[in-house]
C-alpha cells in the first residue's frame, strides 16, 4: 500500500556501470529526511557489472531504504511501469543512472508536491557535465537538449504547450498514471535503440486532459555527457529516433482519457 506522503525516487538502468555508482551517492546525499524517500533501482537486464555494483552499494548503506529489482522486459518503459508498481510513496521521481543530483534536489520535489496538491507533473533543471569539462563551441541551447539538459530559467512556471518534463527529471503522481496510462514501451529506448517519445506521451495526456506540469528550476540535475554524444553519428541516430517515436505516437492517433486500457499493469 502507498504511504502517505513522500517520494520513491527510481533509477531504471541498463549497462551503466561506470555511472550507477556517482548517481546512487548524489541520492543518499539529499537533505530530504530519508524518511520521506525511498531508492529503487529497476536493472533492466544489465550484462555489465551494473548488478554487481548495486549490491554492493546497497551494503555499503544499510541504513538507507534502497531496493533492487530486476525487469526482465527489455525497454525503458517497461523499467518506468515497473518502478511505478514497486513504489510506496504516491510521488514517483525519475533521473538517469548517468546523472547526478543537487543535495537539495528531493527537497524541492517534496516541499512543492506538498504545497500544491493539485499538480501532478514536475521537471526541473538539467545541466550537462562534458566529458572534457568543456561545452563544445558548436553546441547550442536548441541542440543541448540531444544531450539530456533543460534550462526554462530561474522561476517556477508552467511547462507551455509541447514542453514537458524529460525523462531524466520527471516527476508525477502515481494517480497520473492510474487513471491516463502508463509508459509505452513500444515509443520509448530498448537496450541500444535510440527512441524516445514515451515520456512526451504521458506529459501530453495530462497537459490535454487540462493539468497544468511545473518546471522547477531547483529540482536541479547534472546529467553525464560522454565524448561518443558529441558525435555526427549519435546526433543523427538521436534525431532518427526521435522522428520514428513521433511518427508511431502520431500514427496510432490515440485518445487521450482511455489509455489505461492500453498498458500492462502489475498486478
Request: include cysteine; charged fraction near 25%.
Amino acid at each position: 500500500m502507498p504511504q502517505q506522503h513522500g517520494i520513491s525516487t527510481i533509477i531504471c538502468t541498463y549497462n551503466r556501470q561506470e555511472y550507477i555508482v556517482q548517481c546512487l551517492e548524489s541520492i543518499v546525499r539529499q537533505t530530504l529526511d530519508r524518511q520521506y524517500y525511498e531508492i529503487l533501482i529497476i536493472d533492466n537486464n544489465s550484462s555489465d557489472n551494473t548488478p554487481q555494483l548495486c549490491r554492493d552499494f546497497m551494503r555499503r548503506y544499510p541504513d538507507y531504504p534502497i531496493r533492487y529489482v530486476v525487469e526482465q522486459e527489455q525497454g525503458l518503459s517497461a523499467a518506468r511501469n515497473r518502478g511505478i508498481y514497486e513504489a510506496v510513496f504516491p510521488i514517483v521521481n525519475y533521473t538517469d543512472d548517468d546523472a547526478e543530483m543537487s543535495e537539495g534536489y528531493l527537497k524541492a520535489l517534496f516541499d512543492y508536491t506538498t504545497a500544491h496538491p493539485d499538480i501532478w507533473g514536475i521537471g526541473g533543471k538539467i545541466i550537462a557535465k562534458y566529458e572534457d569539462d568543456e561545452r563544445p563551441t558548436w553546441m547550442s541551447r536548441y541542440l543541448e537538449g540531444t544531450v539530456g539538459a533543460t534550462f526554462l530559467g530561474e522561476q517556477i512556471k508552467p511547462y507551455a504547450k509541447g514542453q514537458f518534463p524529460p525523462g531524466n527529471n520527471m516527476t508525477y503522481r502515481k494517480v497520473a498514471f492510474e487513471k491516463y496510462g502508463y509508459f509505452d514501451n513500444d515509443l520509448g529506448p530498448k537496450g541500444n535503440a535510440i527512441t524516445r517519445c514515451d515520456e512526451k506521451d504521458i506529459a501530453e495526456a495530462l497537459q490535454n486532459n487540462g493539468y497544468t506540469l511545473i518546471y522547477h528550476p531547483e529540482a536541479l540535475i547534472y546529467h553525464h555527457v560522454p565524448r561518443s554524444r558529441l558525435s555526427d553519428e549519435y546526433q543523427r541516430r538521436q534525431h532518427v529516433g526521435m522522428g520514428i517515436s513521433e511518427r508511431k505516437a502520431n500514427g496510432e492517433k490515440r485518445y487521450y482519457g482511455s489509455r489505461q486500457n492500453r498498458f500492462f499493469l502489475y498486478h
